[in-house]
């Protein structure tokens, strides 16, 4: 049942509303038709809400799942960026990745080569992720208190100081646990920047044209 | 019905073998427990094979699933790739990404910059690939003969012709439709080319480490 559940918190927060239609295209992987009487189930044990055609998930419904983000710049793609969203979904039922502005990656050490639209669609095709997000300039909490996670998931090169984010949600009354994925994905080329060294050092495309 | 059946060609074709508790598993957004009988179903329709444990489909129930295969070099994720994979899987009900190896990249253009084994496991993880395999150097239709598509779906930047390619399927005796997809992806940094000219252009990681 908590397929359902996560379903109904995805298309929520996907905004576009979440119907019986979308819902049971959504788990077309359905075997049987019992799909009326799965959702009148939930119903009758308070998990779900049924309002004029819309479904969403009720206080203990939420409490059922658990939703899990992950930010990251998510610049070029490489194993590296799958393997930690893999380990951040593998903490929950849902995962949204959030990633990060242009204007604030830019701040902390380069414009990202890949502007921030096609970033957050490209993260948003990987097969853990449920969905993909920008976070705002400047206060990296307003992100967290709309989206509600239950789980933030930091990768193995987030220098934050995991107290101190504590501390911060705290104050903000987010109940929220952090966890850090603590291995490295080992590969040739398992960071954004060994790629553009390589990419460098090839210096493609060349004035010979070799691409 | 037709996402078991898929599901089972998939599982078939991973190596691992499909039994019913690993289709189980992967079909776990069934709503209803009544996964046993609708195995019967198929299996009574002669659609499925099940022998000793062990779940294929028969050649009824393969001609029920359309098979899209898609090649490419897939060198740096862009959106451009997500668009035209999207599209090919819109033609069928499994896509298998075939990815060149870096011998035939490079003596058709350049040395790619992500080796061959990261190049396929990227792939693998965007959403509407079920499987990525590497193609084979020399010969493009030895992969298409192991895998048996139903479609061969082009890129709008695959200059291969058409006609010629059809000629060959037939010659090899493969009954394989090829299809184009016609339509480009509208956006800033659409190719690995414009990824890599960015790069080159914006010089990172340079010297003064502003990275």
């Not at 359905?30 to 959702?39: I, K, N, Q, R, W």
């Not at 779900?48 to 059922?64: D, H, N, Q, V």
């Not at 939703?67 to 793609?77: E, K, R, S």
């Not at 502007?115 to 307003?142: C, I, N, S, T, W």
Request: with cysteine.
């Amino acid at each position: 049942m908590k397929e359902i559940l996560a379903a109904i918190w995805r298309q929520n927060f996907a905004g576009a509303g979440c119907s019986r239609e979308s819902l049971e295209t959504e788990l077309k992987g359905c075997v049987t038709g019992e799909f009326t009487s799965a959702l009148a189930k939930l119903e009758d044990e308070g998990l779900i809400l049924l309002e004029g055609g819309s479904i969403s998930l009720s206080e203990a419904g939420r409490k059922m799942i658990r939703v899990v983000v992950c930010g990251g710049v998510f610049d070029i793609l490489h194993p590296g960026h799958a393997f930690i969203l893999g380990e951040a979904k593998s903490m929950g039922d849902v995962l949204v990745a959030i990633v990060a502005r242009d204007s604030t990656v830019e701040k902390r050490k380069r414009i990202p080569i890949v502007p921030e639209d096609q970033r957050v669609e490209m993260v948003g095709q990987l097969k853990p992720v449920d969905a993909a997000v920008l976070g705002y300039e400047g206060d990296p909490l307003k992100i967290i208190e709309e989206i509600g996670p239950d789980v933030i998931a930091l990768g193995p090169d987030q220098h934050h100081n995991v107290e101190q984010m504590r501390s911060s949600l705290g104050e903000r009354r987010l109940n929220v646990e952090v966890r850090r994925i603590s291995e490295f994905k080992a590969c040739e080329l398992n960071s954004t920047r060994s790629i553009l060294e390589r990419i460098i050092e090839r210096n493609y495309p060349n004035p010979q044209g070799e691409i």
